[in-house]
């Protein structure tokens, strides 16, 4: 029964298109840069708000909404590259084809520390002081994007 229940997950998450491809085609970008454009990669994780998962070529085709947190990028070569964003979505489709439209995107390496702690002990103080929902649901936004940032930048 376990194997079963096994072997069922795994040809979910398995494309059983005609097209078959040990290729991804990856292309990742938000409106601050262009970061992959038809790249081939082995392997990109994703962090979403139904989870996090990885994407191999012969992924099922999907849409999700990715939730602030790092996108691995495992290249041919055998090297990862590691992206923050904030929120954006992921596209795979049915032709081993992946596209990341991020709202902002930046190399991990590139995080200032010290200015996601910053941003994060302004956030915490503006959702501790804002009665207003709009303002505390934005505020609160805020705090979960700075928090990953510290997070990725550790």
Known sequence: MAFRTAASFARRMMSTST?????????????????????SVKQVDVPSFSGAFGIL???VPTLAVLKPGVVTVYEEDGSTKKFFVSSGSVSINEDASVQILAEEAHKVEDIDAAAARDLVAKAQAKVAATSDEVAKAEAMIELEVGEALVAASA
């Open 19 to 39: 097209v078959r491809s040990s290729e991804m085609s990856f292309t990742f970008g938000g409106p601050n840069a262009i970061f992959y454009s038809g790249a």
């Open 57 to 59: 070529p012969n992924h």
